[in-house]
């Protein structure tokens, strides 16, 4: 029995990932899929960003340009490298044990130099647009950074909206983890990229994955599995905005010419999404 028509999962894949996403969704809209329309939607790191956007029910050109906290000065993350260079090192070799790992990884978040929480946070409310929860069902995944288990946030968490998506977005290293009700909270793609399982009762299922091209499809069709929707449409980005791209998912220099390429790459994207988008509610 499929309890929910259509699911959208969105996956992790850097600021140049959200910025492909938002372009992708805006040149789906404007050919007539509104992914915003989702019965629920699963955002994992910066896929949470653009989740959040989308269940608001907010245009995603918003995202055409990157968007600064009120009173920035647009001063870029605090990057520990030597934090990010250990936390690579543990993920590279997580397989035989992938629990140990983010643990450990966890402990590199909480040791790392990054910041304050409250300036990721400001960054993120201002790129999401909205104070408050959606209406619409949103599922944003988090890793607690001590247990290096993993928690879900949504409408009825009492999460702040923003610490939320700042939480699922702050990857060791690079941002710092959050405090929600006194735990600490990491990026949510240290599990999963894209978390599809989450999606599982729908009917339709779309998971769009900015990584795609960059790590093994194994994990992915475990979670499609999981989910086990009747019809399933993944989107990954094409040559053309993998070359967009570059070669670094966390450089704001490519954030405008990968939102380019998804609102290109958007066209080819309608025709194989549309008839599973727009396939009236039904049970199996």
């Known amino acids: 029995m499929h309890t929910l028509d259509r ?46 956007v989308l269940a608001a029910g907010q245009d995603p050109a918003r995202l055409a340009t990157p968007v600064r906290p009120a009173g920035s000065d647009g001063t870029p993350p605090q990057v520990d490298g030597h934090r990010l260079g250990e936390a690579f090192a543990v993920l590279r070799d997580a397989a035989s044990n992938p629990a140990e790992a983010r643990r450990r990884v966890g402990r590199i978040a909480l040791a790392a130099e990054t910041g304050p929480e409250q300036a990721h946070v400001a960054r993120m409310r201002a790129l999401v647009g909205a104070e408050r929860w959606p209406d619409r069902k949103l599922l944003i995944t988090v890793l607690d950074a001590e247990t290096g288990e993993q928690e879900v946030f949504d409408r009825a968490s009492g999460a702040p909206l923003a610490s939320a998506v700042a939480a699922s977005t702050a990857f060791p290293g690079i941002y710092p983890p959050i405090t ?43 979670e499609l599995a999981v989910a086990a929707a009747h019809t399933v449409v993944t989107i990954e980005p094409d040559p053309a905005s993998i070359h967009a791209f570059g070669s670094d998912l966390s450089d704001r220099a490519a954030w405008e010419p990968a939102y380019r390429a998804g609102l290109r790459q958007a066209a080819d994207a309608v025709g194989r999404l549309s008839p599973a988008w727009k396939t009236g509610s039904g049970t199996d």
């Open 7 to 52: 699911a959208l999962a969105l996956g992790a894949g850097g600021p140049v990932g959200a910025a492909w996403m938002a372009g992708l969704a805006c040149g789906l809209r404007r050919g007539g899929v509104d992914l915003g329309e989702a019965d629920l939607i699963v955002g994992t790191s910066t896929g949470a960003i653009v989740g959040a």
């Open 180 to 222: 929600i009700d006194g735990r600490r909270y990491m990026d949510g793609s240290l599990q999963s990229a894209t978390n599809a399982r989450l999606a599982a009762g729908a009917r339709t299922l779309v998971v769009i994955d900015p990584q795609a091209h960059l790590f093994p499809r194994e994990l992915l069709h475990q």
